[in-house]
């Protein structure tokens, strides 16, 4: 018997991962604890990088990416550019249950979730609509691009199992199709029952260019704990030059003993953890090596 | 000064890799190569499984996936279902070159290239329609599915840089919107310079679950030669369960020292080498070891 555990992305994982372990305690697997616990930042309007709620596309038009990957079977199932549904993560988990294929792009997508009875909703709010208008009229530069924060959770239920999904509505005023790493196994999320799982957030432009999260479980594969799996991960991408370390990349990291880790290459990166004695929020410090090594190359 | 040197998949890959060889002999660097030669598989209507004459989706349309990866910088550029264009491989490029992403899919990706000043084609040949409406008329179930053969193109020019790009129309007859693993950068293509490069061909929904191609790398990374990192990397596909035995992969490599491989999980592949000598074709034999352990699991 495993002590469950749930492990998520930034502030808005909090109430996430306390879904997960409610899911727990119901009798969920790890599976289910991942789909209940993106749910609630995707469900949440106030979340505006995450499903319902995120910032639209340059077109003003919400295209959410998805995915989910089954610890035991390897199974996986991803959506991305997809309009019109507030929680694709449950449609990425039908794709993996009822799809002989993994991954749905666009209007595919679309008419997959419809033909499995998914109801099609508003997904851009007044206020995400708002901030777009502000975008078009201003055409504002961002320095570090706006909304690139995807929930990730890693889950591990009471048999030793493991899952993981992650859900992201993009970098907000995006090109339309544009796909991130949300949805790309092995960038945006990666398990194996056998070693651990990990979700990455940040500029999916950068993160999916080094597989960040199939290297933190191939690290850990190869015997580096969860938090040293993170940083050399982290540090290899920002090694590959200037532009990696000014895009914001973060990854957490779960492995089958139960133990957690996650890393940045910036100051501003948290993440949650719950357990059966409750949940915590983790500020992630960046290494002071780190910091001055990649500002000294500033 | 380093000696060029292409590998692509499959018999197509010969006429391809000669394209790189042109390409190299007119002064082109990896990543021309990379492009000319897949331009090659993809504009040859009698090639069912790459560009033009590529078969189509359950619907009856052309949805093509590509992608290519830049050694020296790690840029990427792919898309994914795209429609009515006969030589995705440039545009994929062009999302590397021009746009702020790497990835854009569907109708975003299409509308990217008529910006880009690509003209629309008819992608669908006669061949591929009849077919299609065969398909459609007995609704065959295929044991194997058809038309999984991407061609994958690895190339290194003389200034010992490495690129890789892939093409494919993805499985015939699939769902819209589907996507597999080509367009996935560490799935169907991954490249670093310090190491190597790999592509894979075959169902992407098997190679997908394993970054097959960033495995590879990472291997080489380690310690292997190309061949041996082709070897382990498909051994632990298999290993993972029967379906990623039954579910045909392959791929192929080249370090930055020259030296090639290629492996599967199955009797049928074969790739292309060209280097200033001359092209040749290896056709793939897996190891009796290999073979007799995934037959008697069967």
Partial sequence: ??????????????????ASGRAFQEGGSAMDAVEAGIRVAELDPSVDSVGY????????????????MDGPTHEAGAVGALEGFR???SIARRVMERSRHVFLVGEGARQFALREGFQEETTLTEEAKRRWEE?????????????????????????????VGCSTSGLAFKEPGRVGDSPLIGS?????NEVGGASATGVGEAILRFCLSFLVVELMRNGLSPQEACVQAIR??????????????????????GRVGGYANHDR?????????GAQLIQ?????????AWESDS
Same sequence: chains 1, 2.
Avoid: C
């Fill in 284 to 292: 992630v410090k960046p290494d002071p090596q780190d910091t001055d």
């Fill in 1 to 18: 018997m495993t002590r469950p555990i749930a492990v998520a992305t930034w502030r808005f994982g909090l109430p996430a991962v306390e």
């Fill in 269 to 277: 990166f948290s993440y949650a953890v719950w357990t059966p004695e």
């Fill in 188 to 192: 945006g999320l990666y398990v194996d």
């Fill in 53 to 68: 709620g995120g910032l639209p596309n340059a077109d003003g038009v919400v295209q959410l990416d998805a995915a989910v």
């Fill in 236 to 257: 290899r991408m920002v090694r590959k030059g200037r532009k990696f370390r000014k895009l914001h990349a973060a990854v957490i990291a779960l492995d089958r003993s």
């Fill in 135 to 163: 975008w078009r009229t201003k055409r504002v530069a961002h320095q570090q691009p706006a909304g690139h924060d995807t929930i990730g959770l890693v889950a591990m239920d009471s048999t030793g199992n493991l899952a």
């Fill in 87 to 89: 929680t694709p993560i």
